[in-house]
């Protein structure tokens, strides 16, 4: 698999549409030779990443949009989500606290667990926010 | 996702199949809750979930720690690799009793 873009996809932010997404990054992790192991790291990470979008970014709006893309990178593939959601402050998403047993709160911590590299990235004017996810292919 | 719920003596079974995902977690939650309330012991079979996210893992924790205000035990059955590599992250599987086999956990709460 050459460098470059390997899928790009929109779909609206509903919870029925993350089926297809992570499909969608399964099957581009294992035709980028991944094992079994790193692409369910890799649609873990995605999954967790877009419920954020949906929950928080647009707190439930349906018709809000999400993008994805997918690049082989060398020896990785970066995994770009971009919203056109209010602008996110990421010294506000943290991880929470493993010992404090609740109900919530895990997504941020399964994406930084599964994903080499995970930040917000300067996005595009008019875009809201751009998450950037990195994970060597093994 | 699907769902069944049966009693086998004095545990309640449920079985979930499918996604357990922020597309069916409300709905998975509500079957465990509404299982809490049998009074019974209560053993949630995981062999047939194909994925599960934090959602999902959430109204697992939630009926849990309802199982736990109630003086009744809780446990996994049949958690498959998927399912464990996403409690395992969250280090839930040090919290959640989880048995082999439905047939290990039945034995163990004769």
């Not at chain 1, 899928?7 to 089926?19: S, V, W």
């Not at chain 1, 930040?119 to 093994?138: A, D, H, S, T, Y």
């Not at chain 2, 449920?14 to 209560?42: I, K, N, W």
């Amino acid at each position: 698999m050459p460098d470059g873009l390997v899928y790009r996809g929109r779909f609206p932010a509903r919870a029925e549409q993350l089926k297809e997404i992570r499909a969608a990054v399964r099957e581009a992790a294992l035709a980028a030779g991944c094992g079994e192991g790193c692409a369910q790291d890799m649609v873990i990470a995605v999954d967790e990443a877009c419920q954020n979008i949906i929950r928080h970014g647009y707190c439930g709006d349906p018709d809000g949009p999400i993008e994805l893309r997918i690049e082989r990178c060398g020896a990785t593939l970066v995994f770009s989500l971009f919203d056109w959601a209010p602008k996110v402050d990421p010294a506000e998403v943290r991880p929470r606290d493993l010992d404090d047993l609740r109900p919530g709160g895990l997504g941020t911590h399964l994406m930084r667990e599964t994903m080499d590299e995970c930040e917000f990235v300067e996005p595009p004017p008019g875009c809201g926010n751009v998450l950037r996810m990195v994970k060597r292919i093994q | 996702m699907e769902h069944a719920m049966r009693e086998e003596g004095e545990v309640v079974v449920v079985s979930f199949s499918g996604d357990v995902d922020l597309e069916h977690s409300p709905r998975a939650r509500e079957v465990l809750l509404g299982a809490v309330t049998r009074g019974r012991r209560l053993l949630v079979d995981l062999s047939a979930v194909a994925y599960i996210d934090s959602s999902g893992v959430a109204s697992l924790v939630e009926a849990f720690q309802a199982s736990r205000r109630q003086g009744q035990r809780f446990a996994l059955v049949s958690v498959n690799a998927p399912a464990l590599r996403v409690l395992e992250l969250a280090r839930l599987d040090r919290v959640f009793t989880i048995y082999a086999t439905l047939a290990e956990g039945l034995d163990a709460s004769a």
